[in-house]
């Protein structure tokens, strides 16, 4: 496991920006900052043009991807579109619908949190995206039994909810719970075919 602090160093305006940017997204109790600044990372250090998010939520992938300057299409089974620069919205099946969508350079799977929900998602994103991120992975049993038999071989797993100075520091959430889980990334050609 990697700690976030040991892989992306950010400078002062990029964790300004996220802080101004961040925190208005009504729809969680507290963004996580950890995966919106390593996809934002990954995006930039690859200097992705295009990425895929499944699972929209309150924008907060897709906003973080597209800050790098990235196009993202971003899918969710509900929800509605909202104009945000460089953000196009999907309604509907990632199921359906990322199997006719062209290639991506990143590609954050955070949607349907079923194994075979997780397992499809995964098979079709290895065939359209050169980084995969896959969240909640060691949360949910599900999950990351998805993520280990469809990307054996990924490269590492970054601990979430660990920014320094965010209400979830320091290894515990919001009740005192130790948490232990993260994200998954995989990279085409190195974990996965």
Request: proline share 3%; hydrophobic share 35%; net charge negative.
């Amino acid at each position: 496991m990697i700690n976030i602090n040991d892989y992306i160093k950010p400078t002062k305006e990029e964790i300004d920006w996220f802080d101004k940017n961040m925190f208005e997204i009504k729809s969680q109790n507290r963004p996580d900052l950890e995966r919106g600044m390593l996809l934002y990372y990954l995006c930039k250090r690859y200097k992705a043009k295009k990425c895929l998010d499944i699972g929209t939520a309150g924008f907060f992938s897709a906003k973080s991807m597209a800050y790098s300057g990235a196009r993202v299409d971003t899918i969710d089974i509900k929800g509605e579109s909202v104009n945000y620069e460089n953000i196009n919205f999907i309604k509907g099946d990632s199921g359906d619908i990322v199997p006719v969508l062209g290639e991506y350079d990143v590609c954050f799977v955070d949607g349907d949190h079923s194994y075979m929900g997780v397992k499809e998602d995964l098979q079709n994103c290895k065939k359209r995206c050169k980084i995969i991120v896959a969240h909640d992975y060691g949360n949910l049993p599900e999950v990351t039994r998805a993520i280990d038999e469809e990307l054996p071989s990924f490269e590492f797993i970054l601990e979430d909810r660990m920014w320094k100075g965010a209400p979830y520091e320091n290894g515990v959430d919001k009740h005192g719970q130790k948490i232990d889980y993260g994200v998954a990334v995989a990279f085409k050609g190195k974990d996965y075919e």
